[in-house]
């Protein structure tokens, strides 16, 4: 990246905040053009503050940023560019965009001033915020698409140690995909996850989040975590509380 502006404008992902003294709160945010960045937001915490809404996790906004001291920006003004008010009101739809920007948080910052990941970043948000869609396979298509878009896409058409056409019966993140029975090490993989991930990585996505809850779901959400732990080395918070194991049917926030 060349040298840090003074002054900048830009589009950007909320990807979390948190508090700062007594009532300001620090924002990190993914911008389209400059990357990964943390900026004050002064008073915000305070009931008059006119930007306090627009810095909720998951907004996406305009922002008008001053350099501050160190890494710090301060920001002058935020504005959300669309509201995404089908994302914010339902549960499982808001587990889902907190594992997004989670992940997106977990990249690691000299990748990040990248537009494209911005690009997927606001997609998988609005694809949230679509009823059309379900919300479960979501965040599980979204950190395969991540995981091909930084090359490293699992290997899900032969035994990714021997080449064998199959049956495939294992997955394993740390090796690189599927695996055959003789070659098996990771998760059991059953027939219908491995469908699953082959249409999701082989762009069936659309048709895919369409289906409520297609056998296999809870599977593939959870190899999809694996594999994204897997390649960030790190174990990830939020990302695991999609994993549907008991179908959350939480009413709607207010
Ligand atoms: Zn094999």
């Given at each position: 990246m060349s040298a840090t502006p003074k002054e900048l404008a830009d589009e950007a992902v909320v990807l979390?905040?948190?508090?700062?003294?007594?009532?300001?709160?620090?924002?990190?945010?993914?911008?389209?053009h400059h990357g990964k960045l943390r900026a004050l937001a002064k008073g915000v915490r305070k009931t008059s503050s006119r930007m306090g809404g627009s810095l909720e996790p998951m907004g996406h906004v305009k922002v008008d940023l001053i350099k501050g001291r160190g890494e710090l920006f301060i920001t002058k003004n935020v504005a959300h560019l669309e509201r995404m008010s089908n994302l914010r009101s339902d549960y499982q739809r808001i587990?889902?965009?907190?594992?997004?920007?989670?992940?997106?948080?977990?990249?690691?910052t000299d990748e990040s001033a990248d537009e494209g990941?911005?690009?997927?970043?606001?997609?998988?948000?609005r694809t949230l915020d679509n009823t059309d869609f379900h919300p479960e396979l979501v965040a599980a298509s979204f950190f395969f698409k991540l995981l091909a878009y930084d090359g490293s896409e699992p290997?899900?058409?032969?035994?990714?140690?021997?080449?064998?056409?199959?049956?495939l019966v294992a997955f394993n993140a740390e090796v690189g995909g599927t695996l055959c029975v003789n070659?098996?090490?990771g998760s059991a993989l059953s027939a219908d996850a491995l469908m699953l991930?082959?249409?999701?990585?082989?762009?069936?996505?659309?048709?895919?989040?369409?289906?409520?809850?297609?056998?296999g779901s809870g599977e593939v959400m959870s190899l999809s975590h694996d594999a994204i732990e897997a390649h960030f080395g790190k174990r990830l918070t939020v990302s695991r509380s999609t994993a549907p194991l008991a179908p959350l049917r939480t009413p709607p926030l207010p």
């Open positions: 979390r905040t948190y508090k700062s003294g007594e009532s300001d709160r620090v924002v990190v945010l993914w911008t389209r587990a889902a965009g907190l594992a997004v920007v989670e992940v997106i948080d977990a990249i690691p990941i911005f690009e997927m970043l606001v997609r998988v948000l290997v899900v058409d032969h035994c990714v140690t021997c080449a064998s056409p199959g049956p070659c098996r090490s991930i082959r249409r999701i990585l082989g762009g069936d996505l659309a048709s895919v989040l369409r289906e409520d809850a297609p056998p």
